[in-house]
């Protein structure tokens, strides 16, 4: 494939800044087609990103000429049959995450892109970069020994739109997102310890609904078993006080630690018996970009995505073991 030639399906907010520029600006890819059911708003969103053509409905981008990567931007309850149908179409597919609403949807997923023939990517973009990228280094060379454990803390309070019955954010629907903020926002993380600590081979957890916003759980805790013997432990409150509010990841190791965040992106502390060292990283503008120039290379045989639909569904997995879904 010489141009990556995209239809975006879904193009929302997410694609505004964090993915959409990104499939226009980087070398040889280009945005030629958006769809999304509100026509005023596909129309608006095509005219300011100068994308020539948009639809409302998605089996028509799917099977336009000239779309041949088909990126799915939707919540996560069409994940897979947007996905299936783009890849039965004979086009490779980049999905948002999570990867789709439970562990047995992905592995659908999965056997119908490798059915096709085609590329499944997920965007779990965190594997991409620098800042997850230079803990990764910091382990690969050794800086804190043998990984012993893991330890995740996530505590945020209630957004205003959690409280508000009426209009509510479609991340708190079961039918639409899965099991609310937990399934939006953990699988960064789990997928990130997957990427730099290897594959977790079990978990388990206990699910509550303690503030009584929305029927999905906003509290949570799970024990997780990694293939390599680590061991860790994980938490996530989205109902906390501000006081309490946390974003943390800590690594252990025999000779140190590293503390890090999923979404704060505050500098990496490496801390060992010579001291403590601090790294700071530099973001990029559009930050599913890299992500996105690993899928572009790979497309054009000239690299390797690190997200893939194998390793998006193992992400998926463990949420479902958390959750006890399976």
Not at 15 to 33: D, N, R, T
Not at 109 to 130: D, E, H, I, S, T
């Amino acid at each position: 494939m010489d141009k990556i030639k995209w239809g975006i399906i879904g193009a929302g907010d997410v694609c505004e800044k964090k993915s959409g520029p990104a499939l226009y600006k980087i070398e040889h890819s280009e945005l030629v087609a958006v769809m999304r059911r509100d026509e005023a708003k596909i129309k608006d969103f095509a005219a300011r990103h100068g994308v020539g053509k948009y639809y409302t409905d998605a089996e028509q981008l799917i099977n336009d000429p000239d779309v041949n990567m088909i990126y799915v931007a939707t919540p996560p309850a069409s994940h897979k049959e947007y996905a299936i149908k783009a890849l039965k179409a004979g086009k490779p597919v980049y999905v948002e995450k999570p990867m789709a609403m439970s562990y047995t949807e992905c592995m659908e997923m999965v056997g119908a892109a490798k059915n096709a023939k085609q590329n499944l990517f997920v965007a779990y973009y965190r594997r991409a970069l620098p800042y997850f990228l230079k803990v990764k280094e910091l382990i690969d060379n050794n800086k804190i020994g043998k990984i012993l454990t893991a330890e995740i803390k996530y505590f945020r309070p209630a957004s205003g739109s959690d409280m508000d019955t009426g209009n509510q954010t479609w991340r708190v629907n079961r039918e639409i997102a899965g099991d609310g903020y937990f399934f939006d926002l953990a699988p960064h993380t789990l997928d990130i310890l997957d990427f730099l600590l290897g594959e977790i081979e079990e978990a388990k957890g206990y699910t509550q609904n303690l503030g009584g916003h929305y029927s999905v759980s906003d509290t949570i805790s799970a024990i997780i078993q990694f293939k390599s013997g680590v061991t860790g432990t994980g938490q996530w409150c989205f109902v906390s006080s501000e006081q309490a509010r946390q974003d943390t990841i800590i690594i252990n190791g025999t000779e140190g630690y590293i503390r890090f965040n999923t979404f704060d992106f505050r500098p990496i502390c490496l801390t060992t018996a010579k001291g403590t060292e601090l790294f700071e990283t530099k973001h990029p503008e559009h930050i599913q970009q890299p992500l996105i120039q690993t899928i572009v290379n790979e497309l054009r045989g000239t690299g390797t995505c690190p997200s893939t639909g194998v390793s998006g569904a193992r992400t998926s997995r463990v949420m479902d073991m958390i959750t006890k879904k399976i």
